[in-house]
């Protein structure tokens, strides 16, 4: 079996940490972070999972969370009541809408100290999946530095704000979306593949060469169930780095968003 980087484990380790961090703001400056979630009125099962992870991982560390589920149409007003109130450190949308032609007015209302997943024009924080993947690679001592690395999708979401980091941080990247032509050379040649694509089975076994790292941030719902881009057969290679099907990206993610929570609470309290 591949080499497993489990997102669950580090986070655990990051969740001992910012529970410490909220004690301590509750406790010696009577601030309760708190964490306000827009959902699309209507939204699937999948988007309901999403949620109750974060409602979990909040009980965990004490933070506060409230759960708005409207109309787009609504989404924007209610954004700008949240933005308002002082005793909100941090407003996510869960995306998809229900009207994706609305993602970028929607989200533009967010107020960028309060842009807790990094997704808003001129946000205080980068994009929170991004980071993750930073910091799960970082966890797992994957020196970046002078290795070829492929960020396959180049989506508001992942792609681009990881691109855009690792490029400004003088990484070798080489960033592929729909359009690219070549693709398959790229990959082949990569030490590290990233995709965050959405599209079950796209990076397959002939895609991956021999000791590459790889971090499946792809998701889709596939009867029923989240599925992410890479083929099961990557899995079962005994020379590859990846991400497991489940508890990969998805709970550093987690963790680093209630940690930009946690900033946001600790620039209140005078402690940033």
């Known amino acids: 079996m591949a080499r497993q980087l489990s997102g669950s484990e580090l986070a655990g380790f990051i969740k001992e940490r910012q529970a410490y961090q909220v004690r301590n703001l509750r406790q010696e400056h009577s601030i309760v972070p708190k964490l306000v979630i827009f959902v699309p009125q209507g939204a699937d099962d999948v ?26 149409e609504d989404m924007s007003r209610k ?11 941090g407003i996510i949308v869960q995306l ?51 290795k070829k690395i492929a960020i396959v999708g180049q989506g508001r979401l ?15 990247v080489r960033a ?18 990233i995709s965050a694509v959405g599209t079950p089975r796209l990076i397959t076994n002939e895609r991956v060469p021999k000791n590459a790292v790889v971090i499946d941030a792809g998701t889709a719902s596939e009867d029923g169930a989240i599925v992410g881009d890479v083929d099961d057969a990557v899995r079962d290679r005994k020379d590859v780095s990846i991400t497991p099907k489940i508890g990969g990206v998805g709970p550093m993610t987690i963790a680093v968003m209630f940690d930009h929570v946690i900033q946001a609470a600790l620039r209140q309290a005078g402690k940033l």
């Open 47 to 72: 988007i309901k999972k999403y949620v109750d992870l974060k409602r979990a991982y909040a009980s965990d560390v004490l933070i506060d969370i409230d759960v708005v589920v409207c109309p787009d």
């Open 79 to 89: 954004i700008d009541a949240s933005n308002a109130d002082p005793t909100t450190h």
């Open 96 to 146: 998809p809408l229900v009207d994706p032609s609305l993602t970028d007015n929607i989200v533009s209302h967010i107020a960028p100290e309060k842009d807790v997943d990094g997704l808003s024009p001129g946000s205080h924080y980068i994009s929170a999946t991004a980071q993750a993947i930073d910091w799960l690679l970082s966890g797992y001592n994957v020196d970046l530095k002078g």
């Open 158 to 172: 992942v792609g681009k704000p990881l691109t855009n980091m690792w490029l400004s941080q003088g990484l070798a």
């Open 176 to 193: 592929l979306d729909i359009d690219s032509k070549d693709t398959d050379r790229v990959l082949v040649k990569s030490d590290i593949i």
